[in-house]
């Protein structure tokens, strides 16, 4: 094992934890992202500065492009970011995959979720929206939905790539997510390369990324209210202000609310998103 953790004393305040590990390795691995190069070894756990970050990090690189399984998901779980991306100007473009039709019971479900995506994309600054048709519940992680998203990245060219964590708990986020990883599994190999980054909507998901949305907070309820039709069927403006909350648990103070990412690295994308998923909860033996 050539790298680990040294523990010279242990505590169950995380926000000290960092002080009371030493790094083995030379090189600072906390600062890359992705899979950690850490051996398993049962005799020795992992400290929370492996699987959590305890600062939060700059915006990645735009332009960026969120694939949203519903509509709603994109603020829910990372609105907040997309607001600090339009106040710093990082262009943003977003994809809702499925038309949403059984989100509740209302008629013209569709249309009324479409303007409220449309509503939303419009005070978050968001430059570009597609809603695609793909059935509410029913997203399949098809070749020909691997190939039409891996069109639609080529075709927009962004920076980052966004699309739900692997361990959310709606079949549609995790189809999304697979549907996604093997888009850009196919333009990895074409030599075009994305960052690729899942973000959190329903669930905690493993991060090594955290932004800081304090400053957002106030609007991110404001975005999160234009979804009349959603947060009649649940509390959703209160489960996400919770998450956002608890993602500030290894946080300096004056971070009041955070979200969640997970940026994987070039050698992930060789790997099947569910091999990466395993390799990182590997890291809570
Ligand atoms: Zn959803």
């Not at 915006?59 to 710093?88: I, K, N, Q």
Request: charged share 20%; hydrophobic share 40%.
């Amino acid at each position: 094992m050539q790298h680990r953790w040294i523990a010279n004393l242990t505590t169950n305040q995380p926000s000290k934890a960092k002080l009371l590990y030493t790094w083995a390795s030379p090189s600072n691995a906390l600062k890359q992202p992705g899979v950690l190069p850490i051996s398993i070894d049962s005799t020795v756990l992992n400290p929370e500065p492996v699987l959590i970050p305890f600062e939060v990090s700059p915006l990645p690189t735009g332009p960026w492009l969120v694939f949203a399984p519903h509509a709603d998901d994109e603020t829910y779980g990372m609105g907040g970011s997309l607001l600090r991306a339009r106040a710093e100007g990082v262009e943003t473009h977003l994809i809702v995959l499925t038309d949403g039709a059984l989100g509740g019971d209302k008629e013209n479900l569709v249309e009324i979720r479409q303007r409220e995506v449309g509503e939303a994309a419009r005070l978050m600054g968001i430059a570009s929206l597609q809603c695609w048709p793909e059935a509410d519940r029913g997203l399949e992680h098809s070749e020909g939905l691997d190939v039409r998203i891996a069109a639609a990245i080529k075709e927009i060219g962004p920076a980052t790539v966004f699309f739900p964590g692997p361990l959310e708990l709606h079949p549609d986020h995790r189809a999304a997510a697979f549907a996604v990883w093997s888009a850009l599994q196919r333009l990895y190999q074409a030599g075009e390369r994305p960052q690729a980054i899942a973000y959190e909507i329903g669930v905690q998901n493993p991060v090594n990324l955290l932004l800081d949305v304090t400053a957002q907070k106030d609007q991110k309820e404001e975005v999160m209210a234009i979804y009349a039709s959603q947060n009649s069927e649940n509390n959703y403006q209160e489960l996400v202000l919770a998450l956002d909350k608890g993602r500030t648990f290894s946080l300096p103070p004056a971070v009041k609310f955070a979200e969640g990412f997970y940026l994987f690295n070039e050698a992930d994308l060789a790997l099947s998103l569910r091999e990466v998923t395993h390799k990182i909860i590997d890291l809570y033996q």
